[in-house]
Every structure is written in C-alpha cells, then in structure tokens.
C-alpha cells in the first residue's frame, strides 16, 4: 500500500494554468503506474491521465488531450499534472491514485491507492 499525497490546487481563471503534484510514500515508486482522476460536483469520478513505470508511456481522456500534461519525477518521487488553458468544466477534486499494473488502464478500479484529493476550480 502507498499513501498518497496531492498539492497545488487552487482558483484561477479560465485560460489559466496549474501544476497538481503528487508525492508517493513508498520508496518503491517505480513500481507503480499513476493516474489522475477528477470528481466534478454532482457527477462520478473520471479518468483524466496516466503514465507508466517509468515515463515512457502516456495517456489522457479526450477532453484533456493538448492542455494537459502527466508527467512523474521518479528521483524526486513525485508525479505532477500540468493543466494549461484550463476551462471552467475542469473544475472539480483532483485524485491521483497508484497501480501496480503494467498496462494502461483508465478504470478506477484497477488503482488500488489514492490520495485525499485537491481543489481545482476555474471561473469564468
């Protein structure tokens, strides 16, 4: 089991950037792919981006794909979210979650470790 911690969320306006961290507990961190999932209010948790082992591999749902950016320090055990041209529809929690599965997955339940969450919110 990892803890997981995010950091970095916040207000700005639409068109505006943010960086989300997220720092494992774990001194094993390589052994995890990381994913990131938002909670809008009022609507389930989806999935938002993921990356593998090691950095070589990424992937994003439609509606981030080109703004958003995962991305994973392994020296400094960290796995950021870097969100540019944010809109108001990506307000919502941050969660960052941990996987010990080799392959790309998307589905919430194949992670089995996540953080407490982080405020985003963009006005208009």
């Known amino acids: 089991q990892v803890q997981l911690v995010e950091s970095g969320g916040g207000l700005v306006q639409a068109g505006g950037s943010l960086r989300l961290s997220c720092a494992p507990s774990?001194?094993?961190?390589?052994?995890?792919?990381m994913g990131w999932f938002r909670q809008a209010p009022g609507k389930e948790r989806e999935f938002v981006a993921y990356?593998?082992?090691?950095?070589?591999?990424?992937a994003y749902a439609d509606s981030v794909k080109g703004r958003f950016t995962i991305s994973r320090g392994n020296a400094k055990n960290t796995v950021y979210l870097q969100m540019t041209s944010l809109e108001p529809d990506d307000t919502a929690v941050y969660y960052c979650?941990?996987?010990?599965?080799?392959?790309?997955?998307?589905?919430?339940?194949?992670?089995?470790?996540w953080g407490q969450g982080t405020q985003v919110t963009v006005s208009s």
């Open positions: 990356i593998n082992h090691w950095g070589g591999s990424t």
């Open positions: 774990s001194r094993t961190f390589n052994d995890y792919a």
């Open positions: 979650a941990a996987t010990r599965r080799s392959t790309e997955t998307r589905t919430e339940a194949a992670y089995a470790d």
